[in-house]
């Protein structure tokens, strides 16, 4: 019992709420259902979770601000937001404060159990990834994995968990090509070739951060046709 997985599931719609419960608990999670926002941060603060599914459209404080102040105060939980908003702003919204996935309602109860799964095994490839040597430094730059914590030619700033994967795939990676398909199948679990997108922009934000001339790079190199090779020679 003590080995299961804890969810915060956060959820103000009654039926809905009730049903994914029960169908998370019936996959062996250990469940703690809240439907505001201010419930949803005094549980988070109280207890401990290993993910978080949010709605966006709760009482007293929205989804995005829960999001954001979890994100401040743990870098690296995963936060997968469920939301009837499907438009392209409020996906960039989210994936700029910092959440891991956005499925939009009505979404199909298997893909979000597939969801889940795969946010808490990436979630333990990370860690394991991280515990040998947290500290990584190429260039100017010194990348502190652990508490997702960087300095850059360019200042001190801190990096979203996606951010950190991302770079750390590369950097495992590091003088061989990795497509975006790959990327977006083992960080994002994606498989949907639109949404490409999604890559090229981590990947432009990554390179603004730690690359001395962003439209001349010489970490995070593309490879035409093939995707982005990770480079610290």
Do not use: C
């Not at 690359?211 to 490879?223: D, G, L, Q, R, W």
């Amino acid at each position: 019992m003590g080995n299961r997985n804890r969810i915060l599931l956060v959820e103000d719609e009654e039926t809905l709420a009730v049903g994914l419960e029960y169908n998370l608990k019936k996959e062996g999670y250990a469940v703690t259902r809240v439907s505001d926002g201010k419930k949803a941060l005094e549980s988070f603060r109280t207890k401990s979770f290993d993910l978080i599914l949010l709605d966006i459209m709760i009482p007293f404080v929205d989804g995005f601000e829960v999001a954001r102040r979890i994100r401040e105060e743990s870098p690296q939980m995963p936060i997968l937001v469920l939301s009837a908003r499907s438009r392209a702003k409020d996906r960039i919204k989210g994936l700029e404060i910092g959440v891991d996935d956005y499925l939009v309602k009505p979404f199909h109860l298997k893909e979000l159990l597939l969801r889940v799964a795969g946010m808490l095994k990436r979630k333990k490839w990370y860690r394991s990834s991280v515990e040998k040597s947290p500290v990584y430094r190429f260039g100017a730059n010194t990348i502190n994995f652990g508490d997702l914590t960087a300095r850059s030619g360019k200042g001190v700033l801190r990096l979203t968990f996606h951010e950190a994967m991302v770079l750390k795939y590369l950097m495992d990676r590091r003088g061989k090509v990795v497509s975006r398909r790959e990327l977006l199948e083992n960080i994002w679990q994606i498989h949907a070739e639109v949404e490409t997108r999604t890559v090229d922009a981590f990947i432009v934000r990554l390179r603004k951060y730690f690359e001395p001339n962003p439209e001349k790079p010489v970490f995070i190199k593309s490879i035409r046709s093939a995707g982005y090779l990770f480079t610290d020679a």
